[in-house]
């Protein structure tokens, strides 16, 4: 069975790099442009804590947008439902994740916390509360991964490039939604998009989020049970940007992406998934990385409305 | 157990009647804003084929919007899922149901079937393959209930009625999107949105989406099970308006609403649920409808990420 | 002097007609489209109704966009100024002149009359005062041209890719400013955009609003002062469609452009201008005209705020 | 004669009085919301350098956006006219001033000079060429006035309160428009807006407008022709914000309102006028001031395509 699972994933990442040619690294830093975008790995992480691996799981990258999931599971353990969600809504934006048009438009809050709008006000609340160092240190108990560190090239390339990031945060701040000020806010939301991860780190937390917010190695919960539900739901309909409906169809289990090339998967009850493909398609999400998951999807089914699932 | 689920579903009933009163009923036809607000009624069909009912669950109102889903159904099967998809997305749009705005600006498709917009389209084609009579009888077999009928007075009203559905099946024809002609597109279109269901027939083709498409009396598969996979993820992230975000995290299970007050929902693998209540929130959402099916997510963890999943 | 005039309009010609290779004619309907492009033509029709002509001035082209003058002058003479602008407002939109997006998202009436939304409620607004006859005899004397006819293929032809501006006329009709029904609306709209003027035609009527709406030669009133006031602004500011600031800018003439080719341009107490050019711009103005009006407006001094104007 | 203009005037105010009711002074700085909203002055200095004054045309109040007119003038003259209009546009643009949507959605730079993405980058690009003190120098020249001073007050209250201006900025940024830092463009831009004035100081402004550049009195060419043409044919079709066709058919001169009160209006060869009115309409213009500038357009004849123009 176990020897199964490794070819599935063998397969798929062989099938997989052909694909990595038809993307782009994300280019708004040198640093991420520079990454090699051959690079294709996996990660399964089962729910007795077993990994398995395939391709370049074990190469660090930027978590980026993956961090957005992580702030809105501490802001609502730590802030509360009803104020973060009076700061941001759930709904998906059907626009391109830094768009400014919905917010300056027509509405009072940024459409989800899964776009730079809604998460840069997440991160202002936040960091309120918490240190970046004591969010560290609760990203790697998620991603069971003492390596995790700040990227301090990535960091301050981002800091040096965050015109349009500012543009989203003034307006917000414009609006009253920003409880810190803009500099601190976007501080938080770029250390966070900073911190390097692995495809394992990310199977990791995707286990963790599948296990109901428990670490299933100690017992220990991490996450309440109505965080990580809410969080998995906004993944569902708003974590591939505006790619999230076809991917629901398509791959079915709840993920978020990152410009980085990353995505973390969860297979509720099952697995967690991480994936590392930093050739990214138009709408920022690792090309090679969701025909992975796709494949995986359909020989495990694990599609959430899959008609039948099988023991792995 | 049984009588358990009944006095769950009283229970709820009797609590949302109370919501009743802060909604609206839609108001564009006089034949729907005529109806009587305070109707509220529930249907829940399990998977043996029992129905536990509660309030006005046989009162017969138009289907309107829920038959977006029957039409996208049998279009998948018709026409397949390559040209059903060239012609209308997958996305979640962000906007209202009758919005032009996306897809005059920027697109060359509608955002998904759920939409009006896609849903014209998608009925364009339908109309070239298939009559409304044997819409109809399917859509009988898929609910079944022999009864269903067109309701003559709320399709000539609606016809009466239909320039902004005519101006988004122009936009679609200049485009070159409709496979018909705009009269022959709407008249399927409208005749769909006619039909008279009631929250049972709802219910019972709630199950069969459930049952991977079966229908678990007869055993006889009315839909393939690729088709009720890509509908019921359909139903999830676009499924209640711009409010299908919230109501994922809230309840969880894939739905679908329409304008006369009914909604559609799918417990996969456990039960079908219909709801007639036709006061309705500024998004064209069933106010109450909407408030029971919290409670009953609640109380039977119906939620697709609930942490664990009783028996009933 | 008059020599002097003729040889600026020879001059510009030349000029001018190495531009018309950059642009494309209208290829909505095949009669557009196979207009030779590199034809270019220019007349002058002076205070004392003299007329000055170079280049393809007597060729017969579809006044197409350039009547929405017409229709606006002779709404605000028979239905009067309140009643025509509760139903169109007088505002650039910045959009294309084919746009429903403002009129969907925000607007209960279009932005201004010169744009397809807005001349097609004025259009229906008219078609229930007077009949399509009497308005081409208004606009033969306007023009002073008894040889203006309708093209009737170009007519059967619009009619029958009229799919856009159906949608549009919809939309009208769902929020309330078509005074008619939709056919009955658009067909007098596209008739009016179906008569066959020459650059010549242009001139005269382009004169005729420069002398305050009287015919110089026979001193007949044929429109109010205020109504030529009106037109005259609403031309400054939107008349060029979304290139109506920069025109505004470089050329500084009240004019009206039109897909068929023609601009018909006012210098305000001196002289009517007529151009056929039918290769456009992406905005759809004459791409050769634009450049000719650009450099007689330089020479004879004829911008609006020019620092001094000289005798012709 | 002159007593005539004097009781015109008069006249005009007693009238527009009753107007201030129904506007609100702005309010997103308590400096100016504090403001009693009952001033209403006007003044009229004609091409001989008389002044006529009636009303409060002696307050000193806050220039605000019509700054963006001087800066745009000394934009031209110090830049040129490519480098200034290659990062901004002459088109109005149907928004409101302070919109950041189209310049997101569809655009590499902001649509024209007058509104505040516009003003913004023309300021970044003059604050890399001229010291603030040389502006207020030149905006003393410019409106005959050596009392200008910047209002310290209003400064520090706008810089408090920018944060929707500095969304604005970093947008412009991100797209590469700005030539010097945020902070940088936002100072100069704020400081021209904070400048004191009266509407005295803008009838002499409006003279020079009038004048091709030249203060009439001391024969002194402030500003060439080519940018005071260009400026005027800016000011007509984008002056008054989203109400600036309105006022063109209705007023028909160039004119450019902040939301202090004031506007500078041009009769272009004849007079510039000034007016305090700090009632604005919804759109930010002084509500009794543009009804007193409609009666004097109407009694004097100003409009640019009035019929025929007595002497004064």
Not at 93 to 102: A, E, I, N, Q, T
Not at 196 to 210: D, E, H, K, W
Not at 251 to 260: C, I, R
């Amino acid at each position: 069975m176990e020897e199964r699972l490794e070819e599935i994933l063998d397969h798929a990442i062989e099938n997989g790099r052909g694909m990595t040619a038809l993307g782009k690294t994300a280019t708004y830093i040198p640093e991420l442009g520079h990454v090699n975008k051959e690079y294709l790995g996996v990660c399964v992480c089962t729910g007795d804590g077993t990994y398995y691996e395939s391709g370049d799981s074990d190469i660090r990258f930027t978590i980026q947008s993956i961090s957005k999931v992580i702030s809105l599971a501490v802001a609502l353990e730590r802030c509360g439902f009803q104020k973060t969600f009076d700061r941001v809504g759930m709904e998906p934006s059907g626009d391109s994740f830094d768009s400014l048009v919905r917010l300056d438009l027509a509405s009072d809050h940024p459409s989800n916390p899964m776009i730079n709008s809604g998460a840069i006000a997440v991160a202002s609340h936040l960091s309120c509360e918490i240190s970046f160092e004591r969010m560290l240190a609760f990203t790697r108990k998620l991603c069971m991964d003492d390596e995790i560190i700040l990227d301090e090239k990535v960091y301050h390339s981002e800091m040096g490039h965050i015109s349009r990031n500012k543009a989203i945060a003034y307006l917000l701040e414009s609006k009253g939604i920003l409880e810190n000020g803009v500099e601190e806010s976007l501080d938080l939301y770029v250390r966070m998009c900073s911190l390097c991860v692995t495809a394992r780190s990310l199977a990791g937390f995707g286990l963790i989020l599948a296990s109901d917010g428990i670490n299933p190695l100690t017992g220990e919960r991490l996450l309440s049970s109505k965080v990580v539900q809410t969080v998995k739901s906004i993944m569902l309909t708003c974590g591939m940007y505006d790619g999230s409906g076809r991917f629901a169809v398509e791959v079915g289990v709840p993920s978020k992406s990152g410009v980085g090339g990353g995505i973390l998967s969860v297979v509720d009850k099952r697995m967690g998934i991480g994936i590392f493909g930093p050739a990214l398609d138009s709408k920022g999400n690792s090309i090679a990385g969701q025909y992975v998951l796709r494949e995986l999807s359909d020989k495990m089914r694990l599609h959430m409305f899959a008609d039948h699932v099988p023991e792995y």
